[in-house]
């Protein structure tokens, strides 16, 4: 078996082939085993924490990943030149490549993980699944063939049934995988899941499986030393996702029961030996409401979610990996294992929850948890993170930042712990989940463990932000600008002006509100609303567009502080007190405190809908959808853009046609850069 050629042997120094929170975590085990460290970087990271943590660092290449952290030489020579007797590749990046553990063979390093072959079994999905089927484990129905004709697939599709799930073969992290809902939308899912694989891992196949209306996620850890060993270390529950990837990660899984984790605990053990496994791996299964679980797929790495296993088992995860990879038996027998209470993971992302999870870039000019100030235990808590204060969020890698973890006594205790830490993380200048993971975490439906996979959208009502605003507070307070705004320029001489504003047109101002008691600055955007008002003249109503409505509305001013706000001829009083550009609103029930400030004026003189698209994030074009001049309908796709390895697709704002393209495909884009002029129909 392989398990006998596996290139395990003591070695004294270690080398991480990663970055971020993931390299700092593994080099903080291996510093405590007493082995030097060696970090690697890319430009863009050449000053980063895992550098400033490690003995020694190596530059490997420009900041793009596939010229640095991917590039299997650089890597080997980074190891060669300080001497790195074995090579600890994180998640991501080189982790699951199968080549790359070869090279590392012939190169007489130790590779921390399995043997190539054991990588090549999981590391297709298809195949794999070839292999578990084969081996007994049950599997989710679905087609995982090599012919990739489109008819074909398309034909399996219907066989199979819709909902289907298309995923790429070589996939991973949620990239390259659809939920297709009806056969008209099969080909274009086809063709985004194809590129967006291609451009991720270099190869196209698509499987498509039966799509789980309400499966959880549930995951086995497993552990297999050179000696013919296999342990379980229980599972984790990973159903809340966004996109398919995991936000909020907790073990044991709420409501297992004991034969059923020995039932899954045996079923990974078994998948595991099946492929001569060595080292930490992931059996993932999807997990229904009557109790049967399916296979999903294995991982042959450690996991970002590992620590809640730690947490609760008592043990370290990097420590056990280590030494299996010198060849040592594993610490303890399954007998051994024992669960200790409850742990929570919470991912922090460079995000905007509001905004379709669009990852978000900048520096960070404040990263702090006040564990003391919050009144929490030190060992109960732990921050593993890639970053400080001061650090750039670039979009090269993964927006992952860091990673919140708990443990309690229970789970009503760990999810307290949780609630609590989140809200003593201080995380300024770059916009974050932040808030939106304390949301999930003071969920009832949370709260009460009623998970599910499709958790953040069957609670997406009360889940996100912007949609529980006090609605005629902020539209008061922005009319209380928009007045204010309209008084100054209307009083201006039309041949002064310079903002946009047009005769005999009306025009659009733009005003964002932000309430301070819920930003940690003026620019945090989880406490910015934008608001966009316009009106025919003075004195006629505003139709306002707010949280993605849009009102007609006034104000009129009562007795002393008092105003009426009428939204669609709803009319509601209240208190506004001014100072300023704050605004507070108030009612006998609540007061909102605002503070409001001009955006900038949009002409609309000529073009009914916006005339320009402007790319929300920093990333690069990946491909023209039209051609300049083709007639398209309102939503339909104009352009997909790629930023962190995720797409987003521009779609046209009106029927109308694209005049000029200002990118090709392969482009580098700046947030707010125009990427295409738009003509709207008349
Ligand atoms: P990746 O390797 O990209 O993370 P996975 O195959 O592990 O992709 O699936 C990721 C997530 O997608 C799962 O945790 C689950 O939420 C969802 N998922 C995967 N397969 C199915 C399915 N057949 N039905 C419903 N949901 C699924």
Same mark, same amino acid.
């Given at each position: 078996?392989?398990?006998?050629?596996?290139?395990?042997?003591?070695?004294?120094?270690?080398?991480?082939?990663?970055?971020?929170?993931?390299?700092?975590?593994?080099?903080?085990?291996?510093?405590?085993?007493?082995?030097?460290?060696?970090?690697?970087?890319?430009?863009?990271?050449?000053?980063?924490?895992?550098?400033?943590?490690?003995?020694?660092?190596?530059?490997?290449?420009?900041?793009?990943?596939?010229?640095?952290?991917?590039?299997?030489?650089?890597?080997?020579?980074?190891?060669?030149?300080?001497?790195?007797?074995?090579?600890?590749?994180?998640?991501?990046?080189?982790?699951?490549?199968?080549?790359?553990?070869?090279?590392?063979?012939?190169?007489?390093?130790?590779?921390?993980?399995?043997?190539?072959?054991?990588?090549?079994?999981?590391?297709?999905?298809?195949?794999?699944?070839?292999?578990?089927?084969?081996?007994?484990?049950?599997?989710?129905?679905?087609?995982?063939?090599?012919?990739?004709?489109?008819?074909?697939?398309?034909?399996?599709?219907?066989?199979?049934?819709?909902?289907?799930?298309?995923?790429?073969?070589?996939?991973?992290?949620?990239?390259?995988?659809?939920?297709?809902?009806?056969?008209?939308?099969?080909?274009?899912?086809?063709?985004?899941?194809?590129?967006?694989?291609?451009?991720?891992?270099?190869?196209?196949?698509?499987?498509?499986?039966?799509?789980?209306?309400?499966?959880?996620?549930?995951?086995?850890?497993?552990?297999?030393?050179?000696?013919?060993?296999?342990?379980?270390?229980?599972?984790?529950?990973?159903?809340?996702?966004?996109?398919?990837?995991?936000?909020?990660?907790?073990?044991?899984?709420?409501? *297992?029961?004991?034969?059923?984790?020995?039932?899954?605990?045996?079923?990974?053990?078994?998948?595991?030996?099946?492929?001569?496994?060595?080292?930490?791996?992931?059996?993932?299964?999807?997990?229904?409401?009557?109790?049967?679980?399916?296979?999903?797929?294995?991982?042959?790495?450690?996991?970002?979610?590992?620590?809640?296993?730690?947490?609760?088992?008592?043990?370290?995860?990097?420590?056990?990996?280590?030494?299996?990879?010198?060849?040592?038996?594993?610490?303890?027998?399954?007998?051994?294992?024992?669960?200790?209470?409850?742990?929570?993971?919470?991912?922090?992302?460079?995000?905007?929850?509001?905004?379709?999870?669009?990852?978000?870039?900048?520096?960070?000019?404040?990263?702090?948890?006040?564990?003391?100030?919050?009144?929490?235990?030190?060992?109960?808590?732990?921050?593993?993170?890639?970053?400080?204060?001061?650090?750039?969020?670039?979009?090269?890698?993964?927006?992952?930042?860091?990673?919140?973890?708990?443990?309690?006594?229970?789970?009503?205790?760990?999810?307290?712990?949780?609630?609590?830490?989140?809200?003593?993380?201080?995380?300024?200048?770059?916009?974050?989940?932040?808030?939106?993971?304390?949301?999930?975490?003071?969920?009832?439906?949370?709260?009460?463990?009623?998970?599910?996979?499709?958790?953040?959208?069957?609670?997406?009502?009360?889940?996100?932000?912007?949609?529980?605003?006090?609605?005629?507070?902020?539209?008061?307070?922005?009319?209380?600008?928009?007045?204010?705004?309209?008084?100054?320029?209307?009083?201006?001489?039309?041949?002064?002006?310079?903002?946009?504003?047009?005769?005999?047109?009306?025009?659009?101002?733009?005003?964002?509100?932000?309430?301070?008691?819920?930003?940690?600055?003026?620019?945090?955007?989880?406490?910015?609303?934008?608001?966009?008002?316009?009106?025919?003249?003075?004195?006629?109503?505003?139709?306002?567009?707010?949280?993605?409505?849009?009102?007609?509305?006034?104000?009129?001013?009562?007795?002393?502080?008092?105003?009426?706000?009428?939204?669609?001829?709803?009319?509601?009083?209240?208190?506004?007190?001014?100072?300023?550009?704050?605004?507070?609103?108030?009612?006998?029930?609540?007061?909102?405190?605002?503070?409001?400030?001009?955006?900038?004026?949009?002409?609309?003189?000529?073009?009914?809908?916006?005339?320009?698209?402007?790319?929300?994030?920093?990333?690069?074009?990946?491909?023209?959808?039209?051609?300049?001049?083709?007639?398209?309908?309102?939503? *339909?796709?104009?352009?997909?853009?790629?930023?962190?390895?995720?797409?987003?697709?521009?779609?046209?704002?009106?029927?109308?046609?694209?005049?000029?393209?200002?990118?090709?495909?392969?482009?580098?884009?700046?947030?707010?850069?125009?990427?295409?002029?738009?003509?709207?129909?008349?």
């Amino acid at each position: 078996m392989s398990q006998t050629n596996h290139n395990a042997k003591r070695f004294d120094t270690l080398l991480v082939a990663n970055r971020g929170e993931i390299a700092c975590r593994v080099m903080r085990t291996a510093r405590a085993l007493g082995l030097r460290t060696v970090a690697v970087y890319s430009d863009a990271d050449a000053n980063a924490r895992h550098v400033r943590e490690a003995d020694e660092a190596v530059r490997l290449g420009p900041a793009a990943a596939r010229e640095s952290y991917l590039k299997v030489e650089a890597v080997i020579e980074a190891a060669r030149r300080t001497g790195a007797g074995a090579i600890h590749p994180g998640y991501g990046f080189l982790s699951e490549n199968g080549p790359f553990v070869e090279a590392l063979d012939a190169a007489g390093i130790t590779f921390v993980g399995p043997p190539a072959s054991a990588i090549a079994a999981m590391g297709d999905k298809s195949a794999a699944k070839a292999r578990m089927h084969d081996a007994g484990v049950p599997l989710v129905p679905g087609y995982h063939g090599d012919d990739q004709d489109d008819a074909l697939l398309r034909d399996e599709a219907e066989r199979i049934g819709y909902p289907v799930l298309l995923k790429a073969s070589a996939g991973g992290g949620g990239k390259g995988m659809r939920v297709v809902e009806s056969a008209d939308g099969f080909q274009a899912a086809l063709d985004g899941c194809r590129r967006e694989s291609q451009a991720a891992f270099g190869d196209q196949r698509m499987l498509i499986e039966k799509y789980l209306t309400q499966p959880r996620h549930v995951e086995v850890q497993v552990f297999c030393d050179t000696h013919g060993n296999g342990v379980y270390l229980f599972e984790r529950d990973c159903s809340v996702q966004r996109r398919h990837q995991k936000v909020l990660e907790e073990a044991p899984a709420p409501g *297992m029961t004991a034969p059923l984790r020995r039932e899954m605990g045996e079923a990974a053990v078994r998948a595991a030996k099946e492929i001569g496994y060595v080292g930490a791996g992931t059996v993932e299964f999807l997990l229904d409401a009557d109790g049967s679980f399916y296979f999903m797929e294995m991982n042959t790495r450690l996991q970002v979610e590992h620590p809640v296993t730690e947490m609760i088992t008592g043990q370290d995860l990097v420590a056990w990996q280590l030494k299996v990879a010198m060849g040592e038996p594993l610490p303890l027998a399954q007998d051994e294992l024992t669960i200790t209470g409850h742990s929570f993971e919470a991912r922090l992302y460079a995000e905007d929850p509001e905004q379709d999870f669009l990852p978000a870039t900048g520096t960070l000019s404040r990263f702090a948890m006040d564990l003391a100030g919050a009144g929490l235990e030190p060992s109960r808590v732990r921050l593993d993170s890639g970053v400080e204060t001061g650090d750039a969020v670039s979009m090269h890698y993964d927006p992952m930042l860091a990673k919140l973890i708990v443990h309690g006594d229970d789970r009503t205790q760990a999810l307290a712990t949780l609630n609590r830490a989140l809200a003593a993380l201080d995380v300024q200048g770059v916009v974050t989940n932040r808030a939106f993971l304390q949301r999930l975490a003071t969920h009832p439906a949370f709260r009460e463990a009623n998970l599910d996979t499709r958790f953040i959208e069957r609670n997406e009502a009360t889940l996100f932000a912007a949609r529980q605003i006090d609605l005629e507070a902020y539209a008061g307070a922005a009319l209380i600008g928009l007045h204010q705004l309209a008084r100054e320029c209307e009083s201006d001489s039309p041949w002064d002006r310079h903002d946009g504003f047009r005769l005999n047109a009306p025009h659009t101002i733009r005003i964002a509100l932000c309430d301070p008691a819920h930003a940690q600055d003026e620019d945090d955007s989880e406490a910015v609303v934008v608001v966009e008002g316009r009106r025919e003249a003075e004195g006629s109503p505003w139709q306002l567009t707010l949280g993605g409505r849009t009102f007609a509305a006034t104000l009129e001013p009562l007795q002393g502080d008092a105003v009426a706000v009428t939204l669609d001829g709803h009319r509601r009083r209240l208190q506004a007190r001014r100072d300023g550009n704050v605004v507070v609103m108030v009612d006998p029930q609540r007061e909102t405190r605002l503070f409001w400030r001009r955006i900038d004026a949009i002409d609309h003189g000529h073009h009914e809908a916006e005339s320009t698209l402007t790319a929300p994030m920093h990333g690069t074009v990946v491909a023209l959808l039209v051609e300049a001049g083709t007639r398209v309908e309102k939503g *339909m796709p104009l352009m997909v853009m790629e930023a962190m390895k995720m797409e987003h697709t521009m779609t046209a704002p009106a029927d109308g046609h694209v005049e000029s393209f200002h990118f090709a495909a392969g482009d580098t884009v700046g947030q707010g850069d125009v990427l295409l002029e738009f003509a709207a129909d008349e």
